[in-house]
């Protein structure tokens, strides 16, 4: 496992922890690996997903450091979402 997806899963067991997604959501960085995140936490993993959010490693970083909204990074085609439009959404919330 990469370093950039053990600090992500860190940072994102922190904005998640009181969050309940209704979903399955996986964040894919590209050659770094993916992360998992559902109701029952957030894991390193590749697995099937109500939703793919996928971002290369600076936009990915951005995101969760608070620089960068998601809604903006989709919007600008740095951020891309496949599957559940309205998980994606929620998970934004969350992380903007």
């Not at 067991?13 to 993916?34: D, H, L, N, V, Y």
């Not at 620089?67 to 934004?92: C, Q």
Request: charge should be negative; hydrophobic fraction near 45%; aromatic fraction near 4%.
């Amino acid at each position: 496992m990469s370093e950039v997806i053990d600090e992500a899963v860190a940072t994102l067991q922190t904005k998640f922890q009181r969050a309940e997604i209704g979903g399955t959501a996986k964040f894919m960085i590209p050659g770094e690996g993916a992360i998992m995140l559902d109701d029952n936490g957030v894991r390193a993993g590749d697995e099937p997903a109500d939703v793919t959010l996928t971002a290369d490693v600076d936009t990915f970083k951005a995101i969760l450091d608070g620089e960068t909204n998601p809604t903006a990074a989709f919007m600008t085609g740095k951020l891309s979402v496949e599957g559940d439009m309205g998980l994606a959404m929620k998970l934004g919330t969350v992380l903007g």
